[in-house]
Structures are given as C-alpha cells and as structure tokens.
C-alpha cells in the first residue's frame, strides 16, 4: 500500500496515493467522513471510490484529516479540514503539474469540506458528493457552484435526511452553465451497506467514465 506522509497547515498529514504511469493522468482526492464518528480514510465507500479512480485512469489521492491516525493536529470544525484538504490537494498538483482534469470526491462531512473545496479551486472539473449533510451543514456557499458533478444518496437515509439533499439538488438545477446528476438509490442508508455498495459505486464508475469523454465542465 504506498503510504505517503505529506505536509499539512498543522504538521503531518497521512495518505494513500497511487500514481497512473501516463504523466497527464486526470486527478482526484478522496475526503472522508467525520472524524469524531469514526471517520477515516480506510472507510469502505472512501475506500471503494478511491480505488474506483484508479481503475478509471486518474492518479488518486486519501488521506486523514488532522487528528486521524497518523496525521497530526486535531479536530477543527470542519474549517482545519478544508484547509487540509487544500494542501492535500497543493501536494496532489506537486506531483502532477500536467494532469488535465481534477476531479474531488467525499463521503458525507467529507462531501461538506469537497464541495467547500470546489468553491475556493477553479481548477476542479468535477466533483461526487455521497451521502451529503444537507441538513447538518450549511451548502448555502454554492452560488454559484462551479462544475458539474454527481450528487448521490439513498433513500433511506437516516443521518442525512433526503428531503434535505432533494432541496440542495432543487437550488443547484436553478444554476445555468452546469448539470448537477442526482441519483437517490432505494433501500440505501447512509453508508450504503451491502447490498447497496456495488451499485453505488457502478452509478459514480458510468457517471465519471462518461464525464471523461465530454470536454464541458
């Protein structure tokens, strides 16, 4: 497992990288759910869309916020976390000056602090959102939202409820120049347990392989 230890706003951040060998391979980074509830990089959909990723062609970047595991600091309310997430991916760009596409994806908080991210970083081209906290945090800072991506939850949601993520999606569409693609799976809970975790990640593997061949944002 290529571990990579990188440096972060508060010290050390802990990662996982796997590189393509074509140099202008598109880019992604992968941010996971809350630290205070378990949240790690090795979660299963974190670690499924990783690798996801890397079967579609793209250089691929998790890691652990501040306080988890080996990366140092500790918990900051989500605002240490994108700043995390920002040199993570600084370093991602480091080792990969002529990737044409950057694409970032988070699991529920970490769907919160990548979309956060979408917003201060022009060069995303796209973004999946799983399992977003639409009534826990304010998505309100997406005005406009500045690329297209996949918003992805499931109907049986009890952490996020649907309703809340239906509304979030309901603003997006009003937005012109982007397409915002919500898929809500039946029968799904938060964390997509077997058997929603396959169809899950078959939905993000068509929506990214698809985006790939268009050349819109």
């Known amino acids: 497992m290529p571990e990579v230890i990188f440096p972060g706003?508060?010290?050390?951040?802990?990662g996982r990288y796997h590189p393509q060998k074509h140099k202008d391979a598109p880019i992604a980074i992968v941010l996971h759910p809350h630290p205070?509830?378990?949240?790690?990089?090795?979660?299963r959909v974190v670690?499924?869309?990783?690798?996801?990723?890397?079967e579609l062609g793209f250089t691929v970047l998790r890691?652990?916020?501040r306080g988890v595991g080996r990366s140092?600091?500790?918990?900051?309310?989500?605002?240490?976390?994108?700043?995390?997430?920002?040199?993570?991916?600084?370093?991602?760009?480091?080792l990969n000056p002529?990737?044409?596409?950057?694409?970032v994806a988070g699991f529920s908080f970490g769907a919160w602090i990548g979309m956060q991210l979408l917003m201060?970083?022009?060069?995303?081209?796209?973004?999946?959102?799983?399992?977003?906290?639409?009534?826990?945090?304010d998505f309100s800072f997406l005005a406009p939202c500045p690329s297209s991506g996949l918003i992805i939850n499931?109907?049986?949601?009890?952490?996020?409820?649907?309703?809340?993520?239906?509304?979030?999606?309901?603003?997006?569409?009003?937005?012109?120049?982007?397409?915002?693609?919500?898929?809500?799976?039946e029968g799904a809970g938060h964390f997509f347990e077997d058997p929603y975790m396959d169809p899950m990640i078959g939905s993000v593997r068509d929506y990214v392989a698809r985006r790939l061949t268009e050349t819109t944002r």
């Not at 205070?36 to 979660?43: A, R």
């Not at 500790?74 to 760009?93: F, T, V």
């Not at 952490?159 to 397409?179: F, S």
Request: proline fraction near 6%; hydrophobic fraction near 35%.
């Open 98 to 103: 002529n990737a044409k596409h950057c694409w």
């Open 47 to 54: 670690y499924n869309l990783h690798y996801v990723f890397l």
């Open 154 to 185: 499931g109907a049986n949601d009890r952490v996020a409820p649907p309703a809340d993520t239906r509304a979030l999606v309901g603003k997006l569409h009003e937005q012109k120049g982007i397409t915002i693609t919500h898929e809500e799976m």
């Open 36 to 43: 205070q509830f378990g949240g790690t990089m090795n979660n």
């Open 9 to 14: 706003p508060e010290g050390r951040l802990e």
């Open 72 to 94: 140092q600091g500790e918990y900051d309310q989500g605002i240490g976390e994108l700043s995390d997430a920002a040199s993570a991916l600084d370093y991602l760009q480091a």
């Open 120 to 137: 201060r970083r022009p060069e995303i081209t796209g973004f999946i959102s799983v399992s977003p906290p639409a009534d826990r945090y």
């Open 63 to 65: 890691f652990n916020f």
